[in-house]
Each structure stands twice: as structure tokens, then as C-alpha cells.
């Protein structure tokens, strides 16, 4: 038995349960506007379409042979509420702490959702089930399924796990192989996903890097070879910036007890008027280190 199988026995029943919907006390009733919402509506066309895939959680409570504590899935019941449904198979927890389930999981990045919608397809389902299934448009599940057209296996490895749109990956389609692969490094650097920052990529890119395409994409009031310089420039800011961090930390805690030993010595009297009398260019500068609130301050 591994230690995944342990864990997954111990944190729920080994069998789902079917319960009134009626029995269920909710840790955190739903807010009057969530039905309102896009996701709301997804997950309800979801719901429709093929079924619920994943049973809510709930916990049994001490005493109370009749109700139960429902942990997570609040809105997948309020959904099969509406739906007139009277029953529903949940899954039991042997604890009834509701931190640990879907609020703290990641959500799919595009990679993933491409990956996902392809599996679907393979399997048979049709471009039209799946968007009904998922809320969305059927263009934008074709737009799904041929995300990474063209995109190299470097980038979509090193994208594979980043929240980023799926307009970054169709202009990364507009370069050729090396030149995504240094645009996705940039992006990475710079800790930005957003489309715009990829635009900004494409119009710094020379001709000669652009896949198909015989000018780069102009930004209004930018040359391409004042945004080619920018680029570089950024570059090397990056660079400097990757260097800085690999030290920060040391530094900033060798600083850190500077600042204690010294503010220690300050309250010494006798170190004050020694200083006072010999060094005071040592003393100011030492009264300035031991009076900063805090280094990390003084950084921003």
C-alpha cells in the first residue's frame, strides 16, 4: 500500500453516500449573486449536459444521524437544487476541515485546457457537446484544441504549468521556433504573461525571426529598431536583476543582524562618547543603519 492509498483512506469513507439534498448544512451558504456568474452557468451547463463529475464532500457530525456537514461543492448542490433534484452521492470526509479541497487547487492553464479538450475529442465527443458542456462558443473550443499549432515543445513545456492567455500562444505562432523560445524566456524573466507584453515581443522581433510574415507588427510611435534596442536593454536588465536576487537573501539577513549588533552597541554609553570623541563619521553612519525600520523598506 503506498502512502497516497494510506492517505486517501484515511481522509474519506471508502464509499460515496447517497444523501437528501435537504440533510446538507452548508459551512458557507452561497452569496446571493453567485448565480449570476459565468461560472455559475458553466458549471450548470456542465451539470445538464453529462452529469455531476465530482461529488461534493461532506462530513458526518457527532450526535446528528440525520444531517451532515458540506464541505465543499456548495454550488454544484444549489445547481442540482434548481434542478429539482432530491438526492445526491457525495463523498464522506473523515474530517470536517474544509481548507484543504477545491478553493486551494490551481486552476488550468491553457496548456492544460488545450490538453483536456483534445482528449475529449480523441474520445469522440463532439466540438458541439463540448462546448455546451463548458459554456463556450464552438469556435473558441476549436481555438482550444489548435492552441499550440505551431508552437515549439520547448515553449509549451516551459508554459505548460503558467496562467497566461491563449492570445500569448497565438502570437508566439508568429515567430519562428528560437525566437518563441527567447520571447517565452523573456516572458518568464519578466515574471509577464499578459498579451500585451507578448505584442510588444512580436514588434521587436527582426523580419528574418517572424514565421510567414514580411513585417513585424508596428507599435504606434516605435520604431522596430527602437523596440529591438528596448529589448535588449530589458535583457540585460533581467540579467542583472536574476544576479541581485541570487544574493538578496544572504544580504539582506547579514544586514539584518548588522542592525541588531549595532543598535545593541548604540545603548552602550561609553561606546557612544568613544565614537563621539574619535570617529564620529563612524557613528553617523552607524546611528543610520540602526535607526532603518526595515531594509526591505528601504528597497521599494
Not at 544574493?247 to 561606546?271: A, C, D, F, I, M
Amino acid at each position: 500500500m503506498t502512502d497516497v492509498e494510506t492517505w486517501t483512506r484515511i481522509a474519506f469513507e471508502p464509499e460515496c453516500v447517497i444523501v437528501p439534498i435537504d440533510s446538507l448544512l452548508p459551512v458557507r451558504p452561497p452569496r446571493a449573486t453567485v448565480k449570476a456568474s459565468h461560472k455559475y452557468q458553466q458549471i450548470r451547463t456542465s451539470v445538464i449536459e453529462i452529469g455531476l463529475v465530482e461529488p461534493p464532500v461532506i462530513a458526518r457530525i457527532d450526535g446528528n444521524s440525520i444531517n451532515y456537514l458540506l464541505l465543499d461543492g456548495h454550488v454544484r448542490v444549489e445547481i442540482l437544487k434548481d434542478l429539482g433534484a432530491t438526492e445526491i452521492e457525495c463523498l464522506v470526509s473523515t474530517d470536517d476541515e474544509s481548507f484543504t479541497f477545491n478553493k486551494r487547487i490551481s486552476r488550468l492553464s491553457a496548456v492544460q485546457e488545450h490538453s483536456m479538450v483534445l482528449k475529449a475529442i480523441a474520445r469522440g465527443v463532439s466540438n458541439e457537446k463540448i462546448a455546451r458542456a463548458l459554456s463556450l462558443h464552438v469556435n473558441s473550443v476549436r481555438r482550444k484544441a489548435t492552441l499550440l499549432d505551431g508552437v515549439c515543445h520547448e515553449v509549451v513545456s516551459m508554459l505548460k504549468d503558467t496562467m497566461c492567455p491563449m492570445a500569448v500562444f497565438e502570437i508566439l505562432k508568429r515567430m519562428k521556433p528560437l525566437r518563441q523560445i527567447e520571447a517565452t524566456e523573456l516572458m518568464i524573466a519578466a515574471n509577464n504573461y499578459t498579451s500585451a507584453y507578448a505584442t510588444a515581443l512580436l514588434a521587436g522581433t527582426p523580419t528574418n525571426e517572424l514565421a510567414g510574415e514580411k513585417k513585424s507588427k508596428k507599435v504606434r510611435g516605435v520604431t522596430p529598431e527602437a523596440m529591438a534596442r528596448m529589448e535588449k536593454e530589458l535583457a540585460r536588465l533581467q540579467e542583472s536583476m536574476a544576479e541581485i536576487q541570487d544574493t538578496y537573501g544572504k544580504e539582506h539577513l547579514q544586514l539584518t543582524v548588522v542592525k541588531g549588533y549595532l543598535s545593541k552597541l548604540l545603548r552602550n554609553p561609553r561606546v557612544v562618547r568613544y565614537l563621539l570623541q574619535h570617529r564620529p563619521e563612524y557613528l553617523e553612519q552607524f546611528q543610520a543603519i540602526a535607526d532603518v525600520a526595515s531594509f526591505a523598506d528601504q528597497a521599494a
